[in-house]
């Protein structure tokens, strides 16, 4: 039967989508050589048949951004039946109110976007609720390295003091990363983006004053136009939506 135009070869695009990554790889510098970037599926906006299509394809790693949509998806009897190794990042902001509507969710995985103290201590709080016992939830902090005021994120200069607060005051938390969406349309070749020069740096900083290791530290950075040049620059956690799942309708915000 002849596909529709509508209808989008997932596997196909995760494929392709993973090449890209392996190529980007070989131009970064040798210290990254031993980093293996990771693919986040943003399926935010798309059916629950192309996440089953994804994941028959290999991909365990998934991004959704609005809370009821990733509710409706992490319950799906089908997904529950067949993914049973799904791994949802919230991708998205959250309000304090809904951290216990995510906490519950079956293959939670990683909250890619904690910007406040007050986040990470609801969070820490709710988690020995609803997560296996004695595990720690994975966390990011998210950065507004742009300084767009409509974007979410604490300020570059914050980030230590709140990476700090999450590993001395919330014992229920991992700390697995910085993550950064940046300014839109940015081009590559005007230089190194300097939004993802900035989440480098922040993780340089946290490293240094609070004595980690930055092989511990994922920094989030690099969607659909962008993952190429990101991993170039040191993403180890790519977040990949229409160049797997096709056109994706813009929201007002998103
Ligand atoms: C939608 C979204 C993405 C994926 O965007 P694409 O351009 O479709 O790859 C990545 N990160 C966040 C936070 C998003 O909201």
Redesign the pocket.
């Known amino acids: 039967m002849l596909k529709k135009m509508t209808d989008v070869d997932v596997r196909k695009g995760i494929k392709n989508v993973l090449t890209r990554i392996e190529e980007a790889c070989k131009k970064r510098p040798p210290e990254l050589e031993a980093v293996e970037p990771r693919l986040?599926a943003?399926s935010?906006t798309k059916p629950v048949n192309l996440i089953l299509e994804a994941y028959e394809g290999g991909q365990r790693h998934f991004?959704e951004?609005y809370v009821q949509e990733l509710e409706e998806k992490a319950t799906n009897a089908d997904i529950l039946e067949k993914c049973k190794d799904i791994r949802w990042h919230f991708?998205?902001h959250l309000q304090k109110n809904k951290v216990n509507k995510v906490l519950c969710l079956p293959n939670i995985y990683l909250i890619?976007?904690v910007d406040s103290q007050k986040l990470a201590t609801t969070l820490n709080n709710h988690w020995p609720k609803f997560g296996p016992p004695d595990t720690k939830l994975k966390i990011m902090i998210q950065v507004n390295t742009s300084g767009e005021g409509e974007k979410n994120g604490i300020p570059p200069a914050e980030v230590c003091s709140l990476t700090e607060y999450v590993l001395k005051e919330c014992g229920n938390l991992q700390l697995d990363g910085l993550m950064t969406?940046g300014r839109f349309g940015y081009n590559p070749e005007d230089g190194p983006n300097p939004d993802f020069l900035c989440l480098k740096t922040c993780r340089d900083e946290i490293c240094q004053n609070l004595g980690l290791d930055w092989k511990n530290i994922n920094l989030s950075m690099g969607?659909?136009?962008d993952?190429e040049h990101a991993i170039e620059l040191g993403s180890t956690n790519v977040?990949?939506?229409?160049?797997?799942?096709g056109y994706?309708p813009r929201k007002v915000r998103?």
């Open positions: 986040v943003v935010k991004g951004n991708i998205g890619e976007t969406i969607m659909s136009d993952f977040r990949v939506g229409s160049s797997i799942f994706r998103e």
